[in-house]
T-cell receptor
Framework: QKEVEQNSGPLSVPEGAIASLNCTYS??????FFWYRQYSGKSPELIMS????GDKEDGRFTAQLNKASQYVSLLIRDSQPSDSATYLC????????????FGTGTLLAVQP | DGGITQSPKYLFRKEGQNVTLSCEQN?????MYWYRQDPGQGLRLIYY???????QKGDIAEGYSVSREKKESFPLTVTSAQKNPTAFYLC?????????FGAGTRLSVL
């Protein structure tokens, strides 16, 4: 089992819709969770971090964490074509706070 | 501007050659990292360093070497022992919270 799993996609949504990106992780003791956006040929950029159960909102982005289910998600409201990118989920495992384990990413395509 | 600078942006390696990728940060971060990304893949950890003069192997360290003589600098050498070096190499640094990345170096084999 991979440590951090994401559906590779592509996830295709129409402009203005809500995009829902999902991530599961295997280390139950993980404490820190991050979502990065990576445009083709570019480096990842941090868009959200979440540390406790529940929702965290930042503009059009909402991160959701459920530690009991070992599940973290990212919702993008009012999706725009400029949101088309690969979204990487990253997790800090228990006992290794200096590390960040990445999923393989989900490719999001927002159709105009 | 604070940030992480990687150079060169593109690099070509000949058979049997060692090449060095540069990474410099002015964020005053203690921890620095090197990741490799292959097409359609996630990021795999090569090496990381938490303090000057100390570094640890990541998941795919074979064929690579690093040094950390200064807090600001963490160069990566891709040795001739790395038989499949073609990839996108990302340097990162981290404060206790978030990890930030440089723009990356794309390495290809001639």
């Amino acid at each position: 089992q991979k440590e951090v799993e994401q559906n590779s996609g592509p996830l295709s949504v129409p402009e203005g819709a809500i995009a829902s990106l999902n991530c599961t992780y295997s280390d139950r003791g993980s404490q820190s969770f991050f979502w990065y956006r990576q445009y083709s040929g570019k480096s990842p950029e941090l868009i959200m971090s979440i540390y406790s159960n529940g929702d965290k909102e930042d503009g059009r982005f909402t991160a959701q964490l459920n530690k009991a289910s070992q599940y973290v998600s990212l919702l993008i409201r009012d999706s725009q074509p400029s949101d088309s990118a690969t979204y990487l989920c990253a997790v800090t495992p228990e006992g290794a706070t200096n590390k960040l384990i990445f999923g393989t990413g989900t490719l999001l395509a927002v159709q105009p | 501007d604070g940030g992480i600078t990687q150079s060169p942006k593109y690099l070509f390696r000949k058979e049997g050659q060692n090449v060095t990728l540069s990474c410099e940060q002015n964020l005053n971060h203690d921890a620095m990292y090197w990741y490799r990304q292959d097409p359609g893949q996630g990021l795999r950890l090569i090496y990381y360093s938490q303090i000057v003069n100390d570094f640890q192997k990541g998941d795919i360290a074979e064929g690579y070497s690093v040094s950390r003589e200064k807090k600001e600098s963490f160069p990566l050498t891709v040795t001739s022992a790395q038989k499949n070096p073609t990839a996108f190499y990302l340097c990162a640094s981290r404060d206790p919270g978030t990890m930030a990345f440089g723009a990356g170096t794309r390495l290809s084999v001639l």
